[in-house]
């Protein structure tokens, strides 16, 4: 094979093991059911705050560490990790803090690109530490705008909202009693009076449950693997043919020596 050839087919074959297996990881982090929220400290920031997130409950029993992923638009659409597996902190029975490993300006150039305004997706993904699968997921959103020349961010609940209950003031009883009266004849003691106010409309509780929402992926995943297989094809494909260019090379020279 060509000296130009080798670094092709070996990026090809890189490349496509690599998007294969960004589809392999989405694929299975997209089983993942959303566990609830996350509420950002600082509620409100700059590009260059790097905030820490906390869970609002605690992660599924069948995992035993966490980690974050953000995404958004333009080059944010794949994913990419902004905070590393670990179980610093990490709890399955309650709420518990994330912080994150560097501000969005930062994450933007790590991608090679500029922050934009827009809306990224925070995602903390409870896991299991060997095989890294999802059990679960928390997330919220961080709208960033441009005023006055600086770019910053402010929350939202982001996917799934707590449960709220309302109850009405239950229903009062009222009782009145005349009091006796007499004169100088008879004495009589008037009938008691009670009156009860109607009841109310009966009690009504209003519950609302966030949907049991998938984890976001970010690039579509069958995208993701077919173009790691063509890539992978590819240099595979470059890689043979220039073996079997040497062999006719070396069989030429044998018969012509």
Known sequence: MSDRRKPIA???????????????????????????????????????????????????????????????????????????TNDVGFSKTAGFDVQLKMNMKDAAKDLSTDLTAGTYTVTVNCVNSFSLESKGTFGTDLVFALKDGVLGYTTTGGPGSTPTTTTPPSSTATTTTAPPTSTSTSTSESTVATATTPAGPAETISTTVPPQNLASTGADVGLLMLLGSVLLIFGVALWAAGRKRQREDALLAEYYR
């Open 10 to 84: 070996a990026a090809s074959v890189l490349s496509g093991l690599t998007l294969i297996g960004c589809a392999v990881f989405g694929a299975i982090n997209a089983n993942a059911a959303s566990l609830g929220t996350l509420t950002v400290d600082p509620a409100t920031g700059l590009d260059i705050t790097v905030p820490k997130v906390h869970t609002s409950a605690g992660c599924s029993a069948d995992s035993d560490a966490y980690n974050a992923y953000v995404t958004g638009p333009g080059a944010f659409s794949a994913g990419l990790l902004i905070a590393d």
